[in-house]
Each structure stands twice: as structure tokens, then as C-alpha cells.
């Protein structure tokens, strides 16, 4: 089945700690974005990636991280610098040259206390 | 900054009736535009497309396109309870090639 993975589900830190989410893709898509939701809110862009080794700021970076080693991984790093980390973290993917229609994964719900 | 608008909610309709779910967008020259359905809860899971002016259909769905209003709408006939969720407009392309702007979502409740 092809689709997009994020582990973990749920995620507990203690404030000052660095935590890493990841997310996996296996449809063939050149082009990655993380986004974050707080509740009641749309979709805020993080990072996002069109090509292996290379990613952009979104909206709100401040505070995270990312690589892009891999065509099929885009771990995101959530810093101690992010002074707001609990939320719910969304990984997609899409065909770059095309309409942009992002497909997304499960979700990882962190909670940072 | 682009902005994208959503009709504020909650909307509630009763079962059978016609939703009707409005956006408008700021990028004059933005190319795609999209509705996704959010179940409480879970990811966000693309329902509709549309890219020209006019009218796109895919079974109860309708998209409804106007770019010289900067206006996009998504009509859900025929509602049902499985339809309560909260939808999200997005629009790409334009000044921001490879990105999406999310709306802030509408809460649709149908109730029996």
C-alpha cells in the first residue's frame, strides 16, 4: 500500500528536550512539507521540501529543524527554542511540476509539559 | 502575506438538506485550489480539486470556482451525519509556487 507514515502517534517531552518526528513516504513524491495545527486553527507551513538535500522555511520555522537525506524521509526536529511545541505535527507530500495536491499522513500529537 | 477566508461556523443542517461551505482567497493569481475534510482528531484527507473557473462535481460534492471574485465554495448534497467534520479550503500556486495557505476550516455538523 502506498502512503505516507508518521511515528509517533502521541509523544510526551518534558520542556528543554529536543524531540524528533518522523515522517515516511513511499508514493514517489519529490516534494515534502511539515505543517502544524493548534486547535481550532487551519494549517500553519513549517518546512517544506521540493528536491533530496534541499528544503525551505514556511511560515513559522523558528524553533525546528529539518533534513532531507532521503527521496522517502523528512524527520522534523522540534528544538527547546520552540517556546509553544504542543501540537498536532502533520507530514505531506506531493508531485512537484503538478497541481500541488497534498496528501497527508496520520499525524503526530506531541505534547511538551 | 496571502490570506485565505473561511465562512465562520459552526454550520449545522439536518440530514438531506444542502451544505454550503464558502472561501475567498487574497493571491490574484493564484492556480489551485483545494477542500480537505477533517475528521476530529485525524489528518487532514483531500476531497475535491479545482483549477478552472466554474463548477467541478464528484458525487454529493461540488466545487464552485469564480477567480474574478476570489471565490471558492464546496456544496455537499444530499448531507449526511458521516459529513460532520471540519472542512479546510486551501489555495497554491501563484506567488507561491509549491506552497499551500489552509483556511482556518469551517465545523459542519448534520444532524439526524
Known amino acids: 500500500d502506498g502512503g505516507i507514515t508518521q511515528s509517533p502517534k502521541y509523544l510526551f517531552r518534558k520542556e528543554g528536550q529536543n524531540v524528533t518526528l518522523s515522517c515516511e513516504q513511499n508514493?514517489?513524491?519529490?516534494?515534502m512539507y511539515w505543517y502544524r495545527q493548534d486547535p481550532g486553527q487551519g494549517l500553519r507551513l513549517i518546512y517544506y521540501?521540493?528536491?533530496?538535500?534541499?528544503?525551505q522555511k514556511g511560515d513559522i520555522a523558528e524553533g525546528y529543524s529539518v533534513s532531507r537525506e532521503k527521496k522517502e524521509s523528512f524527520p522534523l526536529t522540534v528544538t527547546s527554542a520552540q517556546k509553544n511545541p504542543t501540537a498536532f505535527y502533520l507530514c505531506?507530500?506531493?508531485?512537484?511540476?503538478?497541481?500541488?495536491?497534498?496528501?497527508f499522513g496520520p499525524g503526530t500529537r506531541l505534547t511538551v509539559t | 502575506q496571502k490570506e485565505v477566508e473561511q465562512n465562520s461556523g459552526p454550520l449545522s443542517v439536518p440530514e438531506g438538506a444542502i451544505a454550503s461551505l464558502n472561501c475567498t482567497y487574497s493571491d490574484r493569481v493564484s492556480q489551485s485550489f483545494f477542500w480537505y475534510r477533517q475528521y476530529s482528531g485525524k489528518s487532514p484527507e483531500l476531497i475535491m480539486s479545482i483549477y478552472s473557473n466554474g463548477d467541478k462535481e464528484d458525487g454529493r460534492f461540488t466545487a464552485q470556482l469564480n477567480k474574478a471574485s476570489q471565490y471558492v465554495s464546496l456544496l455537499i448534497r444530499d448531507s449526511q451525519p458521516s459529513d460532520s467534520a471540519t472542512y479546510l479550503c486551501a489555495e497554491g500556486g501563484g506567488t507561491s509556487y509549491g506552497k499551500l495557505t489552509f483556511g482556518q476550516g469551517t465545523i459542519l455538523t448534520v444532524h439526524p
Open positions: 521540501s521540493q528536491i533530496v538535500n534541499d528544503f
Open positions: 505531506a507530500s506531493s508531485i512537484t511540476g503538478g497541481r500541488n495536491e497534498q496528501y
Open positions: 508514493l514517489n513524491h519529490d516534494a
